[in-house]
């Protein structure tokens, strides 16, 4: 994968949504926004865009999956700013903990707390 977009319809809510729950930053590109997810660890780069039903046909969902130091707190901020958590985070054997949220757009995510020395994905 390249990177991601994100499809909104309201700009200042998701920028506040995601810089204060995963901090991420973002920079404006025009019609859209740049996001960078930081340098830590393994991840991608996207851009947040405006909501289109000529641009996406009315697919306007994405999963994103983020890797965290701590589910229980990320599953905590994500309802203190406006998301929704479908559970608390639940053991994975061999993974770790995982969640299922969406953002204040409905947008899905996966907030996955890896066991310690295991790699985010399989070799």
Known sequence: MAQFEIFTNDFA???????????????PNGSRW?????????GI?????ELSEKLTNGV??????????D??????AVLAHGGKM????LPVPDVGLLAFGEDPDGNGFEVVQLVPD??????
């Open 13 to 27: 809510r998701l920028r506040t949504f995601y810089e204060s729950v995963f901090g991420w930053t973002f920079v």
């Open 34 to 42: 740049a996001i960078s997810t930081g340098d830590q660890g393994p």
């Open 45 to 49: 780069d996207g851009s947040m865009v």
């Open 71 to 76: 589910a229980q707190e990320t599953y905590g």
């Open 60 to 69: 306007d969902q994405c999963c994103l999956r983020m890797v965290v130091d």
């Open 86 to 89: 479908g559970t608390s985070p």
């Open 118 to 123: 295991k790699p985010p994905y399989p070799a």
